[in-house]
C-alpha cells in the first residue's frame, strides 16, 4: 500500500544553487509522487550527478535516520565568481574532499542560506574581485550580509578564504580580503590562512588546496558519519570531447569585418570563427575563451629597449624557450601589475616609481597602469634587466574570454564575437590590446585556438513566455545578439526590450541593420538608443532607463528578466544606481527595500550581469 502522496512548500528548503525557473521545474516534476517515487526520483538525480563527475550528495539515504540525526561535522565551499576561475576552483576543492570521504558541500554564494551561518563549523570562502574592488555578481548579497547588522556572531566557526584577483587593479583581492577581515571581526577563528592568487592562479591556489584537504582530513575525517554512496545508472556512458583552456579547439576564422565607420573614433570588429568538427556547445550568455599572442611588433620593442638576445634561450621550471616566445606566447607584456612596477622599481633605482607605490599615492598608481604598458615603464624609467629574470618578473599571459554574438541555432557551428580593436598612440609609438589586436590582425582563413566558458549566471528565462530586458552598450551589445537569435529561433512569445548607445548614431550604430530587420519582423519588441555625442549634452543608456522608468518597472513586475553587459569600471555601475532610483520611486520604496528588490531579481535568475 503505497503512502499518500508528499508536497513541500519552495520556501520551506534551503536556497537551492539554481536560478528559480529549473527550481520550479523539479518542484512540478515532485507533484503528486509518494513517498516511494521521491526516493527513486532522488536516486536517479544523483546517479545523474555521479555520471557526470558531480559531488555525493550529504543527505542521508533510506536507513540512515539514526546516523543522520546527529550532528555532522563538514565542510562548507562557498564561491563567488565571475568569469569561472573561483567555480573551478571550488569545485575541484570539493571534489578532493569527497575522493577523501570527507563531508562537503558545494554552493555558489547566491544560493548559500545565510541564515546557516551561524551554525557553520568549517567554511571554505573562495571568490573574485572584479573592477574596483568589486564583489562578483553572484556574491554581492553574502557581502552585504556579511557587512550588515544582521551577520551573527562566530564563535565556533573556522574559515579559510582563497582571493581571486588580477594585480594589475589596484584594489587586488580587495573582496576576499574584506571577507577574511570581516569573519574574524565576527569571532571565526582562521582554520588556513587566507591566500591572494594573481593571474597565475595555480602558483598559490595548488598549496591552499592541498593545505586546506590536509587540515580536513584531521578535523573531519573522525567525526563524520559515512557518506551515501550512488551507484550511476547510465555508468556507460562515454564523455564527450571536451576542449578546454588547457586543451583549446583550433578553429578557423571566417569573418573579420569592421562594424564601425570610417569616421568613427572605435575599430570595432565582427568576428567569425568555426566551430565545426569540434562537438563544441554553447548557450547564449556563454563566452568564448581565445589563445592569444602578442604583437611580435612589441616583443622586439621590449627586447630592444632591454638590449637583450629575442633567441637566447630562457628556462622557466621544465620549459626553455627563445626570449622571444616567452614575451610573445607566454607572458603578460601589455598589462602592468603593481609586482612587476615594485619589482622594476628596484632594478631602475627609482625613486619616483617607490613613491607611486606608497598607499596614499593610490590614484597615481592607477593611472600609470591604465595608461601605461610595460615597454613605457622600460623606456621611462630605465633599469637594467637579464633575460632570465624579466621572464620570472612577469605574469603568465592569460586567455581572453569574449561574450559569444550568436545563437548555435541560428548560425550552426559557429561561434560570432563583437571585439573593440584596441589601437592608440603614445608618444610617436603605437600601443595595442592584447588580444583585440591578435585577432583584428588575423587574416580570414587564419587558426585561433578557442575553448567554451560557460555562463550559467547570464541565461535565457526558461519560460520562454517572460519578457527581457538588455542593456547592452558599445560591445556589451554582444551577447544580446544572440538572444534574439535565439528567442526568434525558438518561437519564444516573450517580448525583447533593448538598450543601446554608443558615441554616434551614423558611425558607431553596431548591428544597425539586424536591429531594424529584427524590429520589422517582431523578434524585437522595443529599441531604446543613446548616443552619447550626438547633441550638446552627453545621453547614455542610464538616461533613457530613467526616462522610461515607468515602463520599466512595469516590465519587472510583469516577471521580466533583466541583462546587463559591458563595461564594469562606470556603466554598470551607472545603470545600477538608476535602476535602484526607478525601483524605489516607481514601487514607492526606500533605498534599502529597492537594493533588496534588486538583490532578489539576482537570486531568483533575474537580474544579470556581464561585465568586464
Sequence with gaps: ??????????????????????FAQIARLAEGLDSAGLWWLSGYAAGLARAQGGLVPLAPVAGQADAAAQPRERLTVVYGSQTGNAKRLAEALAAKFEAEGLPVRLLRADAYPTRELKDEHYLAIVISTQGDGDPPDDARALVEFLDGKRAPKLPSLRYTVLGLGDSSYPQFCAIGQRIDARLEA?????WVARADADLDIDTVATPWVAQVLAEGKEALKARSAPLATVTPLRPHLAAPVAWTRERPFVAELLTNQRITGRGSDKDIRHIELSLEGAGLDY??????????ENPPALVEAIVAELGLDAAAPVTMGTDTLPLRDWLGKRREITRLSRPFVATHAAHAGSDALNRLLAPDQREALTALMADAQIIDLLHDHPGAWTAEALVEALRPLQPRLYSIASSRKAVGDEAHLTVAHVEYARGDATRWGAASHFLAAREEGAQVQVYIEHNERFRLPADGAKDIIMIGPGTGVAPFRAFVQEREAVAATGRNWLFFGNPHAREDFLYQVEWQDALKRGALHRLDLAFSRDQASKVYVQHRLREQARELYAWLENGAHLYVCGDATRMSKDVHAALLDIIAVQGGKSAEDANDYLNTLQTQGRYARDVY
Excluded at 500500500?1 to 529549473?22: D, F, G, K, N, Y
Excluded at 565576527?186 to 582562521?190: N, V
Excluded at 548557450?283 to 589563445?291: I, K, N, T
Design 186 to 190: 565576527l569571532g571565526a577563528q582562521r
Design 283 to 292: 548557450e547564449p550568455g556563454d563566452a568564448l575563451g581565445v589563445v592569444i
Design 1 to 22: 500500500m503505497s503512502s499518500a502522496p508528499a508536497t513541500v512548500a519552495l520556501s520551506t528548503l534551503a536556497q537551492p544553487p539554481l536560478s528559480v525557473e529549473p
